[in-house]
């Protein structure tokens, strides 16, 4: 026994001595890191930025296919009068889920796709700041995804299903009025993909503040980093408000609380103000990757700078700021009172305005442009397009009167179905085909992408802009059926026809990626280059696809479009002239002497406990308090990990972990990771002029 | 300023730690991401708080009310607890950052004990009242007012737990003055659990009406 006490206690004395190569170790089982960058393992314990974004768009894709196909049965349950396609009670499943899933599982999920990919590429960077957090944070959606989605099919055929509307007000969802578990498979769903979004919220804007390579001053950042880094600041401040308001519905429902017990003396009007303070900005968080998107597409495709950088820039940020501002517009018939109603109609006329200055900014951008209509450029058109029109009807609800005569309407659903839909998911689909390229080395194909393109966007106004008119006439969203004498039988048959035309362009879609995908295998793999739309941001100055690695050294950026201006310059005649290759400049990717973070088992073991402990809260609380064990000890399997596989030689470039993420300070994988790139980069040109002078 | 002083230090090696990498703020990743957490929990509390003053006078002429169960001198007592730990946290800080490791120790665990206190405090203060009778489900201010300083509770809690970690890789030698930041971060999270305190404080027991 004593033996084994004294060699326990001795590495504890010698730690304060420099550590050498002997006190490398291999520890227990668990604890040591996954290995190996080839295979289906590797991507469950990926935390490279890049794989996490690609799981993303694949998770957001999927589950996009099942929010349509919710969207589809609405639409077949409205197509004639009188429908009976599917009951009143499963249509509040289906609408419900449709919405929560359309938000919270596929436009934000890819959006935080692009985020992933593209922020430490465009400002720079090796990863982002926190790349075990990166993997956990997707993981922890996939687990609120699944938990939610799963609600669809536990106790029968959307018998589990939340069925309160994608707002949920109470006290609807009260157990008195919604007494299956859908509202808690709600509320616990939320929680988790709101703490799965809090915490790549933080990882991200560390990353931007933090991580920009030298050179990357704020104004100096593609507009795209700028709305991400704003939607990202826009989740770490809305966020907590709906997990409050989730949490006293979640108290309601399982411990009697009386937060919405009007019988109490309750006022759940209070709901409504915490879901929509939260609900707004989050109308943003939809919207402005989009706007990101677009800003960069169309300065490509229009072969000139984008128009009024800075006004971009600041409009984007006004829209941060003012987003948090017209919240009760939501409310306007809840009775809040005339002066209210009146302060936030003010306000929501103001923030078209920001809005407005984007819009013109992009056309100016485009104005006597080289345009070149490629499908991502046609997508970028459509958003502009698409999303005037929903931002014309949106202004519509700012005066008040107005707004109650449609507030519930399908004018409502027409409004923010030309945004979310007209605006962000064809600003992401645009973003698919942009930078698909870079991803995966090869480009989408144009024939179907156009066709895709116009197929879907046929299909889009002819079935939200005749809810307009529903909506003008009267017909009232989240009702199951309406009368043959109510006169909405023709509009709502176009729209279901032209539901399934939307289907068909999603359908191309996939169908492209699969035609693209052979026809390159086919071909035997050639290089579409790290450039192939002759674009601007730092993305593509590497390899396609991007290697682990992003950049073969750190890249010291001198003005806005770094790239372009490394490509191009003026002449004596102050034309514009090519001035050097593009691959000259890229990086190619051969620097394989960069150290990147180990790859984790405990980001997916952390998101399998946080899964447990949802479906605990829902069934049994025991079941919960089991999983808040397990998770609490994978949280310390985490820490104690290893910074490093033992056995890779050398150093890792260690962008650091969470707060508790002991690795840095391990005597043996410590020696300065940062200075090895900057270094590399101060010393090159010495060398070479030594050479020369030699 | 944290920098000058491991610099200092006796025991300092000159290894570089994440602390003194070199970020575009000059933050380091960790502490930075720690501030924007604390952004994130200002609105936590916020909604948290709002709730409460929304709630709180929505009781029944003859319902157990704010006044009928608080005891403010007790509750003042053990708020006292708590901001002292933030003093005691300070010096934890401090001594690390001076490489005074021993230092560390103690004033890690004085921490964490006060901390417990206040928890304690709390623990007894809910039986209190549950025997007076506000229960959690009893009216709106019992359920408002049981959410609120509950999840302070479970604030400090975490933090408690923190603090013992730290403690506990403190007397494995895995906390040497290299480290001193991570103390301090949680240094920062433990402050504004305090801060948050006094504004729940003030809002929730001095001023009940």
């Known amino acids: 026994m004593t033996v084994t006490d004294r060699t326990i206690t001795a590495p504890e004395e010698t730690l304060a001595l420099p550590a050498g190569p002997a006190i490398a170790h291999r520890p227990l089982g668990v604890f040591t890191r996954p290995q190996g960058s080839e295979g289906w ?135 008195l009025f919604s007494p299956s578990k859908g509202i808690d498979f709600y509320a616990v769903g939320l929680q988790i993909l709101g703490i799965a979004s809090l915490v790549s919220a933080i990882n991200l804007i560390v990353t931007v503040l933090n991580m920009r390579t030298p050179g990357m001053s704020f104004f100096r950042m593609p507009v795209l980093t700028w709305m991400l880094l704003i939607t990202q600041f826009l989740l770490l401040f809305a966020l907590p408000v709906i997990t409050v308001a989730l949490f006293l519905l979640m108290f309601d429902r399982l411990w009697d609380a009386n937060f919405f017990n009007v019988e109490a003396g309750a006022d759940p009007l209070l709901w409504q103000h915490l879901f929509w303070i939260f609900g707004h900005p989050e109308v943003y968080i939809l919207i402005l990757p989009a706007f990101g998107i677009v800003s960069e597409i169309i300065p490509t495709f229009s072969r000139k700078p984008l128009f009024g950088y800075h006004f971009m820039v600041a409009s984007g940020i006004a829209i941060g700021f003012m987003g948090w501002g017209v919240w009760a517009h939501h409310m306007f018939t809840s009775g809040v009172g005339p002066l209210s109603v009146a302060a936030f109609s003010v306000s929501t006329m103001f923030i078209a305005v920001p809005t407005g200055v984007k819009i013109l900014n992009w056309l100016a951008t485009m104005y006597r442009g080289r345009l070149r209509f490629t499908t991502p450029m046609l997508y970028a058109v459509g958003v502009v397009s698409m999303f005037t029109i929903g931002g014309l009807s949106g202004v519509t609800h700012s005066i008040a ?78 009702i199951a059926t309406y009368r043959a004498d109510e006169g909405f039988a023709l509009w709502n048959m176009v729209a279901t026809i032209s539901s399934f035309v939307i289907a068909l362009g999603v359908l191309m879609f996939f169908w492209n ?100 402990v949802g479906y605990g809260i829902i069934y049994n609380l025991w079941l919960a308090a089991a999983g808040l064990v397990f998770l609490v000890a994978s949280i310390y399997g985490w820490i104690l990990e290893p910074a490093d596989d033992p056995d890779a030689a050398g150093h890792h470039d260690d962008h650091g972990d969470d707060h508790g993420g002991d690795d840095h300070g391990d005597p043996d994988s410590n020696g300065g990771p940062s200075g090895n790139g900057e270094s590399a980069t101060a010393d090159e040109p010495a060398e070479t002029e030594e050479a020369t002078v030699g | 300023m944290a920098e000058t002083m491991t610099a200092e230090a006796p025991g300092h090696t000159p290894e570089h730690h994440d602390g003194e990498h070199h970020t575009s703020t000059g933050l380091s990743n960790e502490k930075l991401a720690m501030w ?33 169960v608080f005891d403010i001198p007790f509750t ?134």
């Open chain 1, 41 to 175: 393992r590797s991507w469950l314990f990926t935390v490279d930025h890049k794989r996490i974004g690609i799981m993303y768009g694949a998770a957001a894709l999927f589950f996009f296919l099942v929010g349509g196909a919710e969207a589809l049965f609405i639409r077949l349950q409205l197509a004639t009068p009188n429908g009976s396609v599917i009951g009143a009670g499963t249509y509040n499943g289906v609408f419900t889920m449709h919405g929560v899933t359309m938000v919270f599982l596929v436009i934000m999920p890819m959006a935080a796709a692009f985020a992933n990919y593209l922020l430490p590429l465009q400002v720079g960077a090796r990863d982002v700041a926190f790349p075990r957090l990166n993997a956990f944070s997707f993981w922890c959606f996939l687990a609120g995804g699944m938990l939610l989605t799963s609600s669809i099919l536990v106790g029968g055929w959307f018998q589990n299903a939340p069925d309160g509307g994608w707002f949920a007000y109470a006290p609807n969802t009260g157990l």
């Open chain 2, 76 to 209: 003042s007592v053990s708020s006292f607890v708590l901001l002292m730990s933030s003093l005691t946290m300070v010096f934890a800080v401090s001594s690390i950052a001076r490489g005074d490791l021993r230092g560390n120790r103690i004033w890690l665990a004085t921490t964490a004990a006060l901390g417990a206190t206040f928890v304690a405090g709390q623990v007894y203060e809910f039986t209190a009242f549950y025997s007076e009778g506000l229960g959690f489900t009893t009216n709106l201010f019992g359920s408002a007012f049981y959410a609120l300083t509950g999840f302070h509770g479970a604030h400090v809690t975490i933090g408690i737990i923190m603090l013992m970690s730290l403690l506990v890789m403190s007397m494995r030698g895995n906390l040497g003055p290299e480290r001193a930041e991570t103390v301090e971060i949680i240094g920062l999270y433990w402050h504004f659990v305090d801060i948050v305190w006094i504004v729940i404080f003030t809002i929730v027991y001095l001023f009940p009406q």
């Open chain 2, 36 to 68: 924007v957490f604390l952004g994130s929990e200002c609105l936590l509390f916020g909604g948290l708080i709002s709730t409460y003053m929304f709630n709180k006078g929505r009781i029944g002429p003859n319902d157990v009310g704010p006044e009928d």
């Open chain 1, 513 to 612: 990626v699969y035609v693209s995908t052979r026809n390159w295998k086919r071909a035997g793999r050639p290089d579409v280059g790290p450039d192939p739309w002759d674009a601007r941001g730092l993305e593509w100055m590497t390899a396609s696809p991007v290697p682990e690695h992003n950049f073969d050294e750190d890249i010291e950026v001198d003005r806005l479009d770094h790239f372009w201006h490394r490509k191009y310059g003026k002449d004596e005649n102050g034309r514009i002239v090519r001035a050097a290759p593009t691959s000259e400049i890229a990086h190619d990717g051969s620097n394989t002497n960069v150290h990147l973070p180990s790859p984790s088992y405990w980001p997916i073991v952390l998101g399998g406990g946080i899964l447990l």
């Open chain 1, 401 to 478: 009167p107005s707004d109650t005569q449609q507030t519930d309407t399908y004018y409502i659903v027409a409004h923010f179905h030309y945004v979310i839909f007209g605006g962000a998911l064809l600003g992401l689909f645009g973003g698919f085909y942009y930078w698909w390229p870079k991803a995966f080395g090869y480009k989408l194909n144009e024939g179907w992408g156009k066709a895709s393109f116009w197929v879907m966007l046929i299909g889009f106004n002819f079935t939200f802009g005749p809810m307009h008119i529903l909506g003008l006439q009267g017909m009232s969203r989240r």
